[in-house]
């Protein structure tokens, strides 16, 4: 059983940063991507940003600029760095692992973890 365990989030001003974690149990380094996800109360899970094997990163248009993500081999750990946060990134976020390409280009993710919380007041 892969378990991924997110950390970092938190209350925080409109303006300000907050750094998310998601620590794997497996080595991440094997997969074809990972990525972080949100879903805010009302709403369809979205996603935010990917990174692949190969270090490729994608990011959603709402947060492009303001966020990066980036990864740890060696601790098997990925990150979402936040500035700039604003009010509608309020939201449960999440990370996800696609195993493989078949998987990714599907956009089907083989692992998630259970969320961690992140409200940014006006």
């Known amino acids: 059983q892969v378990q991924l365990v997110e950390s970092g989030g938190g209350l925080v001003q409109a303006g300000g940063s907050l750094r998310l974690s998601c620590a794997a149990s497996?080595?991440?380094?094997?997969?074809?991507?990972m990525g972080w996800f949100r879903q805010a109360p009302g709403k369809e899970r979205e996603i935010v940003a990917v990174i692949t094997r190969g270090g490729s990163t994608f990011y959603a248009d709402s947060v492009k600029g303001r966020f990066t993500i980036s990864r740890d081999n060696a601790k098997n750990t990925m990150y979402l760095q936040m500035s700039s946060l604003k009010p509608e990134d309020s939201a449960l976020f999440y990370c996800a692992v696609a195993l493989d390409y078949n998987n990714f280009s599907r956009r089907t993710y083989d692992y998630w973890g259970q969320g961690t919380q992140v409200t940014v007041s006006s």
């Open positions: 497996m080595p991440i380094f094997s997969v074809y991507a």
